[in-house]
């Protein structure tokens, strides 16, 4: 199983940016899917962003148009590049990696304030 680690997140005012960062201990090259799910608390976790192997991005219309994933394989590495922030957009961010079995990191805390 890959170990992930999340970095980024903090406070941020309405439209500002922040930038999530997520480390993977292998490879992420052989993973065959990454993404990014965030959570407030007493909710389900949601997909906002993932991308394929091949550098195929998909997007939760919430956040479409202005968040954009990304990746490194030589840093073993994928962003979340987050613009136009909103207070809705505050929540735990999580990131998950599904190679040979799925990894989820610990969770990084974006706040929002107007």
């Known amino acids: 199983q890959v170990q992930l680690v999340e970095s980024g997140g903090g406070l941020a005012q309405s439209g500002g940016s922040l930038r999530l960062s997520c480390v993977a201990s292998?490879?992420?090259?052989?993973?065959?899917?990454m993404g990014w799910y965030r959570q407030t608390p007493g909710r389900q976790r949601g997909l906002i962003a993932g991308i394929l192997n091949d550098g195929s991005a998909n997007y939760d219309g919430s956040v479409e148009g202005r968040f954009s994933i990304s990746k490194d394989n030589t840093r073993n590495r994928i962003y979340l590049q987050m613009n136009e922030l909103s207070p809705e957009d505050t929540a735990c961010y999580y990131c998950v990696a599904d190679g040979t079995r799925q990894s989820w990191g610990q969770g990084s805390q974006v706040t929002v304030s107007s």
């Open positions: 292998s490879s992420i090259a052989s993973m065959n899917y």
